[in-house]
Every structure is written in structure tokens, then in C-alpha cells.
């Protein structure tokens, strides 16, 4: 279903004049209509489609596709089953299927419709990557590691599942190796901002503070209101020794995040460091006067009288 949408209706066109029930050319037509945002006139000519070719499973699926994008997830599914059961070969219907379902917080279908993928095609690099995916959600860290090595081992420039493996070493603790595939990632994609923000908390997690900041700070650059990296380069400054430059990077952190509690109690803890304690009480005073009875702050608050 990619192309030049244009190109395809003018292949269409002449194939429907004279044979205005030809599956093919009304599947082709109804894809190239939803591509220009023609959404009603495109379901109804895959449909006309299935019409006369009930066991269409590329219109099926197509027509899965075009729902799945609407938002209409049940229709979505419906269709992407029809396919299935239409043509039990047809790999894209399982994959299409998989991914719907995984977005869906479905990982026990994924899974199934993932290995069913591999099954077809076991070079699917995207269904490696999809069922590592379903592993990982479901806590099985060593089989989303070895999904995500087969998807790699067919498609090296995968850099989602690149970044996802490094996520999978820093949970099993295998910081170095995570450090690799971020880096990996990065050669890659240098504005994979995921992989970016990743890589900062694995190197903050192993004590490498300035090179932690550098990370956060390239998230910044492109994303300026991630206050979860803005309060990490805080962190980082005070870790450092840097406490001066901490104190400002956590006050620019509540700048982008008003109702971030863990920064106003980083920052109160700060505080405490710097021999402050009326400061941080001020701090904590200040977030509960506009977020009474958050408990993360109420219990620092106690900490700060002590």
C-alpha cells in the first residue's frame, strides 16, 4: 500500500472501466484513495472488493489497515481475522494482526501471531522485533533478548529494536553491553531521542555523571520540555559536586514541570545538602500549597522538620 497513490489510480482507472468488478483494481484503488485522505470512498471500494472476492486476504488486511489508523481497533481486528482465516499463509495479516494486538496490551495474541509470522517467514526482521516486543512486556527478558538479536541479525538498521535491546541489557544489568546498542542506535539514528534519553540513565546508573549530562542535554536540545531529563542533569550536577549549577537546573526543571514532585523534592533534598533547611521547607511548602496531600513531598516535608 505505498506509492505514489496518483500513479495508482491511472493503473486503476482503464482496469475499472472495463471491469468495474475487478477485485484487484478496486483493492489498488480503495489503498490509493485512503493514502490521499479519501477515508469513506477508500473503505467502500475495499469492500466492493471483498464484495466479489470474499476471501481477499491482502484486501482484508488492507482493509484492517485503513481502520486500524481510524482508531477503530475492533473493526481493525475483525478484519485482520477475516484475512487470517482467508488465507492461513498470508504472513502480513498475522504481522498486521500481532502489532494490533501488542498496541492493544494484547501480548498473549501478539505472541501467537508473531511465531505464526516466523513460522511463514523466518526472516521477518519486524516480527522478531514485534515479538520481543510481547517478551518484554511480558517480563521475559532473555526471550526479548534473543528476539531482538534476530531481528537485528536480519535487519541491522532496525534501530527501534536496537534501542529496546539496550533497554533489555540495562533490566538484566548488563550496563556495558546497553551502552553499546544505545551508542549502535545513535551511529545510526542521531536524533533517536529514546535512545539518547536511554543511554544518559544508563550512564547515570554506572556513576559516568558528565557524560550522563551530555546525554540529557542532547534530549534537551531536541525536546525542551522533557523535565524527566532536566531534573536528571540536575541530579547529575549535584552528583558531581556541581551544587550551584544543581540548584538552577532543578529550578528550570519545575520552570517546564510545575507539578513534577520528585523534582521539587530532589531539589528540597538539595537544600538539606547546602545546609538550607528553612530553603527546603520552603520547597516543599511552595508544591503543597498549589498539590495538598501528595505523599512523596508531605513525607520529605517531615524529613526537612526532623
Known sequence: SQGNPHQAFEICRPILIADPNNPVALNLAGVAAFQVGLTEEAIDLVETALFYAPDYAEAHTNLGNMFAQLNRFEDAEI???????SDPNYSEAFFNFGSLMETNGNQGKALIAFEKVLKINPEHAAAWHGLGNSYKSLQQLIRAKHAYKKALEM??????????????????REFDLAIEQCEKALELSSDLVEARYNLGTILQEVGRHTEAIEAYEKVLLAQPTNAAAAMNVAFGLQQIGHLDEAVDAFLKTIEIDSGFAKAFVNLADLKL???D????????????????????VLAFRVVVLN
Open 79 to 85: 478484519s485482520y481475522e477475516n484475512a487470517m482465516q
Open 155 to 172: 535487519d541491522p538498521s532496525l534501530v527501534k529494536a536496537r534501542t529496546n535491546l539496550a533497554a533489555v541489557f540495562h533490566e538484566l
Open 273 to 275: 545538602q547546602l545546609g
Open 277 to 296: 533547611p528553612r530553603g527546603a521547607l520552603s520547597v516543599c511548602d511552595g508544591f503543597l500549597d498549589r498539590h495538598p496531600g501528595n505523599t512523596s
